[in-house]
């Protein structure tokens, strides 16, 4: 099983809005990774976090605020968005992460959202 | 910093013909090679990867890939493509040393024609 999963699939919000994308796997994966992915780009990498902690972060506005509750759970918090933030949000796992010298990153759907 | 470029932005091809995808990176260290493909409406899903041994790859699907460390490629292959592989393909690189970080190259589109 490497399934990951994340809601809404959809989410239109306002740039006064508060929202939070929710990404949850299960296959015991110790590394989650948030990424942004625009219209015929590739994903680019925001967040990482490596046994719950923060471990790299891209130098993200503070509009994007992540969490990782538990080794299962990944939360994107977002507070006053931009119309240029609208994307597809990816969140991905992975076995160890950086303490890993070899390691595969599984991908949910994603979360598409429009900043209005 | 390391990167990835994939020339190949559009490809169309007919079903059955032979299908090759160029990637190159610039990183001079050790290395992890990916595919990806991120099939219309659907999630990227990992076709192939490279770690360490035999430089060919096989993946899902008839896929395969060649590492060539000498070229800084890493090329995907299908012999015979069909319309359900038209999707968008991604390479991507991570450092060994780093093996969170993953770069992905800027994809190349695929239209399979019936």
């Known amino acids: 099983d490497t399934e990951v999963t994340q809601t809404p699939k959809h989410l239109v919000m306002g740039m006064t809005n508060k929202k939070s994308l929710k990404c949850e796997q299960h296959m015991g994966h110790r590394a989650m990774y948030w990424y942004k992915q625009k219209a015929k780009k590739p994903p680019e990498l925001m967040f990482v976090?490596?046994?719950?902690?923060?471990?790299i972060n891209e130098s993200v506005p503070s509009r994007f605020s992540p969490e990782c509750p538990n080794s299962s759970l990944l939360n994107l918090h977002l507070h006053a968005l931009q119309p240029e933030d609208s994307a597809l949000y990816l969140c991905a796992s992975s076995r160890q992460g950086f303490v890993a010298v070899t390691d595969t990153q599984y991908f949910g759907p994603g979360t598409r959202l429009t900043v209005l | 910093a390391q990167s990835v470029s994939q020339h190949n932005h559009h490809v169309i091809l007919s079903e059955a013909a032979s299908l090759e995808l160029g990637c190159n990176y610039s990183?001079?260290?050790?290395?992890?090679l990916f595919w990806y493909v991120q099939y219309p409406g659907q999630h990227l899903q990992l076709l192939l990867k490279y770690f360490s041994g035999d430089p060919l790859v096989k993946g899902i699907k008839g896929f395969e890939a060649e590492f060539i460390k000498s070229k800084f490629s890493f090329n995907l292959r299908k012999p015979s493509v069909q319309w359900s592989d038209t999707a968008e393909y991604f390479c991507?690189?991570?450092?060994?040393?780093?093996?969170?970080?993953?770069?992905f190259g800027t994809g190349t589109r695929l239209a399979v024609r019936p």
């Open positions: 991507a690189v991570n450092k060994k040393s780093s093996g969170d970080k993953l770069t």
């Open positions: 990183y001079g260290g050790t290395v992890n």
């Open positions: 976090y490596s046994y719950e902690k923060l471990s």
